[in-house]
């Protein structure tokens, strides 16, 4: 599906301003969720480096502009570069999903007035936190090579890393570590599902670099799948 992106790209037109836009979008939620991150985690201030209200809001008219961009390229050029711009589409609407998480982390850090330590789960949140610094700048050059082995390398950890922040949740709700007042037990678990969910926008944008058009957000196929043509677009 994507194996015409390049070409498609290659020349100056609404599609392009499009895909460079989200690339734009992209790399501000990366700013935000940094900024937020290490405001919460690190600091016993909610301050952080910029307004990051300001920047949720260029998000959300970026997201605007491409869906204007899209339309008014397929209004005019036809449906010759149909998939390539739903697709855009829908990339659009998880980039902009991962800034409000952002923003969301950003709120509990000015709730949460003093650094947030995981207790006996603080080698677990590391490892998450971890994983979705690295599938930012992974998912970034996967939409800009088409680079399908390292999507599908941001693919295989979703479940895994989803499965740890359930754990924190779950342990936190069920009174594991004593050492976790209320506050800390509540911001650690809405952080936990914070995390779960930027990681699994991140993995839906690799997705459209290995699915077809249609399994967008979901697990690829494996050749001996049955019926596995049928979304072949």
Do not use: C, W
Not at 58 to 69: A, P, Q, S, T
Not at 165 to 189: H, Q, R
Not at 195 to 210: F, M
């Amino acid at each position: 599906m994507f194996r015409k992106f390049k070409e498609l790209f290659s020349s100056e037109n609404l599609l392009d301003t499009a895909f460079h836009t989200t690339l734009t979008m992209l790399e501000f939620d990366h700013k935000m969720y940094q900024a937020s991150r290490v405001t919460l985690r690190k600091s016993d201030t909610d301050q952080l480096p910029f307004d990051i209200r300001t920047t949720d809001r260029k998000i959300n008219k970026y997201e605007r502009e491409v869906r204007r961009n899209v339309l008014t390229h397929l209004t005019v050029a036809g449906t010759q570069n149909l998939v390539p711009g739903l697709v855009l589409v829908s990339i659009v609407i998880d980039v902009e999903r991962i800034g409000d998480y952002t923003k969301n982390i950003a709120g509990l850090a000015g709730m949460h007035k003093q650094a947030l330590h995981g207790g006996r789960y603080e080698k677990t949140l590391q490892e998450i936190e971890n994983v979705i610094e690295e599938n930012f700048g992974k998912v970034v050059e996967v939409l800009k090579t088409q680079d399908k082995p390292k999507a599908r390398s941001v693919m295989l950890v979703e479940p895994d890393t989803s499965a740890k922040a359930e754990s924190i949740v779950a342990g936190v709700m069920a009174g594991k570590d004593k050492s976790l007042d209320t506050s800390n037990a509540v911001a650690l678990a809405l952080y936990a599902r914070h995390l779960k969910r930027i990681n699994s926008h991140l993995t839906n944008i690799a997705s459209a670099i290995v699915n077809p058009f249609p399994r967008i957000g979901f697990r690829e196929k494996k050749k001996d799948d049955k019926n596995r043509n049928r979304d072949d677009i």
